[in-house]
């Protein structure tokens, strides 16, 4: 079964400082991978997106992401408190499903 | 990115009534929509996997004719919860493939729905 694993938090990280969020996967053949953030009560809102080895930058954002080692993780620059919400990792196999771990908290300490 | 419109945004609804939510891509044309339901604080658990022109393929322990789904054309899913009963209350979010295979999915808004 495919699995898609993340700590579930909370993560505190102090404003201004660098969180970062980590994710492994199950399915070595897992080809795309996303991260959601997710404020609570509403819908996951796409962050970045990342499919091959190596780093993704798209402002304060940074996707890394290493298919020897099966993981995928996302750093945030600058912590804002309205960085403060749900992160979740998605895998997808071709046009299969997104399988999407539990998510982590994130608490960003003014 | 891509828009994903969810109408309505909340509803509430007497047992035992069918309500339906729709599921539009504003900008681009979605051969595949995938129908979720999240309970507070909860992961997202897919329902359905919805594509154009055929029947949608249901996840292990959903029921079709509970939740039916229809997707009529490339920019259009609806998710109909038949008989609704106070357990069906839940947050419904569509969202939509942009492109196809691998491509990156969009979210809607999500629904709210709640059965009383």
């Known amino acids: 079964q495919k699995e898609v694993e993340q700590n579930s938090g909370p993560l505190s990280v102090p404003e201004g400082a660098i969180a970062s969020l980590n994710c492994t996967y199950s399915?070595?053949?897992?080809?795309?991978f996303f991260w959601y953030r997710q404020y609570s009560g509403k819908s996951p809102e796409l962050i970045m997106s990342?499919?091959?080895?190596g780093d993704k930058e798209d402002g304060r954002f940074t996707a890394q992401l290493n298919k020897a080692s099966q993981y995928v993780s996302l750093l945030i620059r600058d912590s804002q408190p309205s960085d403060s919400a749900t992160y979740l990792c998605?895998?997808?196999?071709?046009?299969?499903?997104?399988?999407f771990g539990t998510g982590t908290r994130l608490t960003i300490i003014p | 990115g891509a828009v994903v419109s969810q109408h309505p945004s909340w509803v509430i609804c007497k047992s035992g009534t069918s309500v339906k939510i729709e599921c539009r891509s504003l900008?681009?044309?979605?051969?595949?929509m995938f129908w979720y339901r999240q309970f507070p604080k909860q992961s997202l658990m897919l329902m359905a996997t919805s594509n154009e022109g055929s029947k949608a393929t249901y996840e292990q322990g959903v029921e079709k004719d509970k939740f039916l789904i229809n997707h009529a054309s490339l920019t259009l899913s609806t998710l109909t919860v038949t008989s609704a009963h106070p357990e069906d209350s839940s947050f419904y979010i569509c969202s939509a493939e942009l492109g196809q295979g691998g491509n990156t999915i969009y979210f809607g808004e999500g629904s709210w729905l709640t059965v009383v």
């Open positions: 998605a895998a997808r196999f071709g046009n299969e499903k997104l399988t």
């Open positions: 399915d070595r053949g897992s080809q795309s």
């Open positions: 990342i499919y091959s080895n």
């Open positions: 900008d681009f044309q979605a051969t595949t």
